[in-house]
């Protein structure tokens, strides 16, 4: 993996970076409508991305109830670790927040990466925007050390 750095923010100044990630990730790649992918969350929510030198390759957001949403890796830049280690920062900025657990829809096909960080399956899967989702939560008292 090459070096890489990740940067949170607003979404007045994160919204240029990001945008082209989920544009290409939810919208191009898994043919989410527009109207679906872009919401009022992204204005109150705390934003990430993650550069490769100058080059923008993933994001996520962190909404105000502690949910984690729209992690995107670039499909040229995905199983280097670069997906983990977002999530862990997110973590890490979820605790110095003094929250006491975090949440996601995680995409069924996503559950092991999630699972592996620690996050537990809450319920039943269910549809959202054509793909099957299911609710996961990590307790932060008992996420892994980082
Ligand atoms: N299924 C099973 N395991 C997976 C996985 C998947 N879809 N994606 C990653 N993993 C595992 C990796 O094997 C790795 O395991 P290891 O630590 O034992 O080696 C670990 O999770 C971390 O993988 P990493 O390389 O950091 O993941 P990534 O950078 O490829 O990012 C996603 C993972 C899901 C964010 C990426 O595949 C993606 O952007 N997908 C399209 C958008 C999407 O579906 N987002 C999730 C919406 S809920």
Same mark, same amino acid.
Not at 25 to 31: A, L, N, P, R
Not at 43 to 63: C, E, G, H, P
Not at 72 to 81: D, E, F, I, S, T
């Given at each position: 993996?090459?070096?890489?750095?990740?940067?949170?923010?607003?979404?007045?100044?994160?919204?240029?970076?990001?945008?082209?990630?989920?544009?290409?990730?939810?919208?191009?790649?898994?043919?989410?409508?527009?109207?679906?992918?872009?919401?009022?969350? &992204?204005?109150?929510?705390?934003?990430?991305?993650?550069?490769?030198?100058?080059?923008?390759?993933?994001?996520? @957001?962190?909404?105000?109830?502690?949910? %984690?949403? @729209?992690?995107?890796?670039?499909?040229?830049? @995905?199983? $280097?670790? %670069?997906? +983990? #280690? $977002?999530?862990?920062?997110?973590?890490?900025?979820? +605790?110095? #927040?003094? @929250?006491?657990?975090?949440? $996601?829809?995680? #995409?069924?096909?996503?559950?092991?990466?999630?699972?592996? $960080?620690?996050?537990?399956?809450?319920?039943?899967?269910?549809? &959202?925007?054509?793909?099957?989702?299911? &609710?996961?939560?990590?307790?932060?008292?008992?996420?892994? +050390? %980082?």
């Amino acid at each position: 993996m090459s070096e890489f750095k990740i940067i949170s923010g607003s979404w007045a100044s994160l919204a240029s970076a990001v945008k082209p990630i989920r544009e290409a990730v939810f919208i191009q790649e898994q043919q989410i409508a527009p109207e679906d992918e872009w919401d009022a969350e &992204d204005a109150v929510s705390l934003q990430f991305a993650v550069y490769d030198q100058q080059q923008v390759i993933a994001t996520a @957001r962190l909404l105000e109830n502690g949910s %984690i949403g @729209r992690v995107a890796v670039l499909k040229a830049h @995905r199983g $280097l670790g %670069i997906g +983990k #280690q $977002l999530m862990l920062e997110i973590i890490r900025q979820a +605790k110095r #927040q003094q @929250r006491s657990f975090v949440k $996601l829809s995680a #995409q069924e096909h996503a559950i092991p990466f999630y699972a592996a $960080l620690g996050f537990q399956v809450q319920g039943e899967t269910y549809l &959202d925007c054509g793909i099957v989702h299911v &609710d996961m939560q990590m307790v932060l008292e008992e996420a892994i +050390k %980082i």
